[in-house]
């Protein structure tokens, strides 16, 4: 069965650092993999995805993960945090269950000035 | 990516009443998902929505507790029933992209408190 951990409930940086927020996945297909932001009170808005096209793929608000097959991981970075980056920040996977999408555990990401 | 619309935004009812919540999307969708955010937790599927069948429940949720319905392409609604404490969260709704990549938009949820 697929799953998802996220290393890392609560990530601290300031505001300029370097964000990395790390994910792990497992999966029996390939899969197609998800970071999705939730800000406080909101929904979730989808950041960036996988799709087996690229292995470096960007996304929104200047952030981008790197899928890494040997690693089973799909980490994500930004290179210079932003105080409104402050938000809860899910990974996900579909592909063993078809179209269902299992989430990790989320990670609180803090910018400090 | 559509445009998906949740009402009531929050409420707070007392133990024992059902809610109604619904979810409204701009666009025709063939599945709409149905999720719990507990507290401080991350996502759980309750069940899955496609027009014109029973809805698909997963492990842990029951259609008495959270019947759903689907009566057309756009439109969902899922029933808290004889709530208690322990069924405050947020609830979201979900629709499927209309890429092959399996990605889901969500709204912006419905925030539940049970006194």
């Known amino acids: 069965a697929q799953s998802v951990t996220q290393l890392g409930s609560h990530v601290s940086v300031s505001e300029g650092a370097l964000v990395l927020l790390r994910c792990n996945y497992s999966?029996?297909?390939?899969?197609?993999l998800f970071w999705y932001v939730q800000y406080p009170n909101q929904g979730l808005q989808l950041l960036l995805k996988?799709?087996?096209?690229?292995?470096l793929v960007k996304g929104i608000n200047g952030f981008e993960a790197e899928f890494k097959k040997s690693e089973t991981s799909f980490h994500l970075t930004k290179p210079s945090a932003h105080m409104s980056d402050a938000a809860e920040y899910f990974c996900?996977?579909?592909?063993?269950?078809?179209?269902?999408?299992?989430f990790g555990g989320g990670t609180r990401l803090m910018v400090k000035p | 990516s559509a445009v998906i619309s949740q009402k009531p935004s929050r409420d707070i009812c007392q133990r024992g009443t059902s809610l109604t919540i619904q979810c409204q999307v701009d666009?025709?969708?063939?599945?709409m998902f149905w999720y719990r955010q507990q507290p401080g937790q991350s996502l759980t599927l309750i069940a899955t929505?496609?027009?014109?069948?029973?809805?698909?429940?997963e492990s842990g949720f029951v259609i008495d507790k959270f019947p759903i319905s689907r009566p057309n392409l756009t439109f969902s609604t899922l029933t808290v029933s004889n709530m208690s404490p322990e069924d405050s969260s947020i609830y979201l709704c979900?629709?499927?992209?209309?890429?092959?990549?399996?990605?889901?938009?969500f709204g912006p949820g419905t925030r539940l408190t049970v006194t």
């Open positions: 979900s629709v499927e992209g209309t890429g092959s990549s399996y990605e889901q938009y």
């Open positions: 999966s029996s297909v390939p899969p197609y």
């Open positions: 996988y799709t087996s096209a690229a292995t």
């Open positions: 996900a996977v579909s592909g063993d269950a078809g179209n269902m999408l299992t």
């Open positions: 666009s025709q969708v063939t599945m």
């Open positions: 929505a496609n027009q014109g069948s029973e809805a698909t429940y």
